[in-house]
């Protein structure tokens, strides 16, 4: 009597799932769904058939063309329009596009006031999108209506461990710690550019930025976190740049703080006094309409940031600036920092 035969087509093992995405795709989408960053890169060196998986996902399922589509039809003209405005999607949609899940019905879209808001508006209202009600300068709603907002990031496969304080664990000292969005912590994409206009922003507008993280809230499976940050925004600077927050990011103590805060507050000043400068030596018909209010009360200049054309001579300092930012970041993070350095070298006669 002889042993029954196998079936032409045994029943495949996990590895399979995740090998034969082409006859499996349906299972190997779901299975590698739950699949977190570090998880991918180790499938990815099991074998050689699956060495490709981070480059195909980033077709699939984090395919931003895909994720946009619930809101133009023509995503590359909405993407080379938002590299031209300098334009950045945030809140949902943004975290839940490297959770890989998708958002219908809402997507926030944050850039600066003046001719790049100006030229963002009429691209959307050219397709379609309506002002809301309660429209303003400062904010503006388009077409779908409001969600609660969600606060921080919820990781999906994984729980981040905090003491009943709120506060960060010493197992996860990045929560205390300065950060940058380029930083040996970060994931970054590199999207498909595939007839995308490029941006004239520099790349290293956003791999300079510095921010901290924060619990804000917490539960027995799941963690919420929170950018805290400020900004540096100044007619004195073309771009803004997002900088430590002055109130939570306390490395090391509190004097530590107050070193960095007078710092900062060292980099406005000079950045105001160059501002009031060449706004006095404009014509008087070419000058913002908050040019009085600037002359008399010092410290408000980047209010007037957007809102009057710029001559061809006006000077910028963000080569200065971003030298600088670097510098004080180092400082704020030595072991043992030193005296702070004053930079009054720094923007004399517009150099």
Same mark, same amino acid.
């Given at each position: 009597?002889?042993?029954?035969?196998?079936?032409?087509?045994?029943?495949?093992?996990?590895?399979?799932?995740?090998?034969?995405?082409?006859?499996?795709?349906?299972?190997?989408?779901?299975?590698?769904?739950?699949?977190?960053?570090?998880?991918?890169?180790?499938?990815?060196?099991?074998?050689?058939?699956?060495?490709?998986?981070?480059?195909?996902?980033?077709?699939?399922?984090?395919?931003?063309?895909?994720?946009?589509?619930?809101?133009?039809?023509?995503?590359?003209?909405?993407?080379?329009?938002?590299?031209?405005? @300098?334009?950045?999607?945030?809140?949902?949609?943004?975290?839940?596009?490297?959770?890989?899940?998708?958002?219908? &019905?809402?997507?926030?879209?944050?850039?600066?006031?003046?001719?790049?808001?100006?030229?963002?508006?009429?691209?959307?209202?050219?397709?379609?999108?309506?002002?809301?009600?309660?429209?303003?300068?400062?904010?503006?709603?388009?077409?779908?209506?409001?969600?609660?907002? @969600?606060?921080?990031?919820?990781?999906?496969?994984?729980?981040?461990?905090?003491?009943?304080?709120?506060?960060?664990?010493?197992?996860?000292?990045?929560?205390?710690?300065?950060?940058?969005?380029?930083? &040996?912590?970060?994931?970054?994409?590199?999207?498909?550019?595939? @007839?995308?206009?490029?941006?004239?922003?520099?790349?290293?507008?956003?791999?300079?930025?510095?921010?901290?993280?924060?619990?804000?809230?917490?539960?027995?499976?799941?963690?919420?976190?929170?950018?805290?940050?400020?900004?540096?925004?100044?007619?004195?600077?073309?771009?803004?740049?997002?900088?430590?927050?002055?109130?939570?990011?306390?490395?090391?103590?509190?004097?530590?703080?107050?070193?960095?805060?007078?710092?900062?507050?060292?980099?406005?000043?000079?950045?105001?006094?160059?501002?009031?400068?060449?706004?006095?030596?404009?014509?008087?018909?070419?000058?913002?309409?908050?040019?009085?209010?600037?002359?008399?009360?010092?410290?408000?200049?980047?209010?007037?940031?957007?809102?009057?054309?710029?001559?061809?001579?006006? &000077?910028?300092?963000?080569?200065?600036?971003?030298?600088?930012?670097?510098?004080?970041?180092?400082?704020?993070?030595?072991?043992?920092?030193?005296?702070?350095?004053?930079?009054?070298?720094?923007?004399?006669?517009?150099?």
């Amino acid at each position: 009597m002889s042993l029954p035969r196998p079936p032409p087509n045994p029943v495949s093992d996990l590895m399979d799932l995740v090998i034969n995405r082409e006859s499996r795709y349906t299972t190997h989408s779901l299975v590698t769904s739950y699949l977190g960053i570090d998880d991918i890169r180790n499938v990815q060196l099991a074998c050689r058939k699956t060495s490709d998986l981070y480059a195909n996902m980033k077709k699939t399922q984090w395919n931003i063309n895909t994720s946009l589509q619930p809101f133009f039809k023509n995503t590359q003209k909405f993407r080379s329009v938002q590299a031209q405005t @300098e334009t950045l999607i945030g809140s949902k949609f943004a975290g839940k596009f490297f959770r890989r899940l998708q958002v219908k &019905n809402e997507l926030e879209l944050f850039t600066q006031a003046g001719e790049k808001a100006d030229a963002l508006i009429s691209y959307l209202e050219k397709n379609g999108y309506v002002r809301d009600k309660d429209f303003s300068h400062d904010r503006v709603t388009f077409g779908a209506s409001r969600c609660d907002f @969600e606060e921080g990031f919820i990781v999906k496969t994984g729980e981040w461990v905090v003491n009943p304080y709120g506060e960060a664990s010493e197992s996860h000292p990045e929560f205390a710690s300065a950060r940058t969005a380029g930083d &040996n912590l970060s994931w970054v994409i590199k999207l498909d550019t595939t @007839e995308i206009t490029p941006a004239t922003a520099p790349d290293s507008l956003l791999d300079d930025a510095q921010f901290s993280m924060g619990v804000s809230c917490s539960s027995s499976t799941v963690s919420y976190l929170q950018f805290r940050y400020d900004v540096l925004a100044s007619c004195a600077l073309q771009h803004t740049y997002i900088c430590h927050s002055r109130t939570h990011f306390v490395p090391g103590g509190g004097h530590r703080q107050d070193d960095y805060r007078d710092q900062m507050q060292y980099l406005e000043k000079l950045l105001n006094d160059q501002t009031s400068m060449q706004l006095t030596m404009l014509k008087r018909d070419d000058r913002p309409p908050q040019y009085g209010r600037i002359t008399s009360t010092r410290g408000s200049d980047h209010t007037a940031k957007g809102h009057f054309t710029v001559p061809p001579n006006w &000077n910028y300092f963000d080569a200065e600036i971003q030298a600088e930012l670097r510098k004080i970041t180092k400082q704020l993070l030595a072991t043992d920092p030193c005296c702070p350095e004053k930079w009054d070298h720094l923007l004399q006669d517009g150099n």
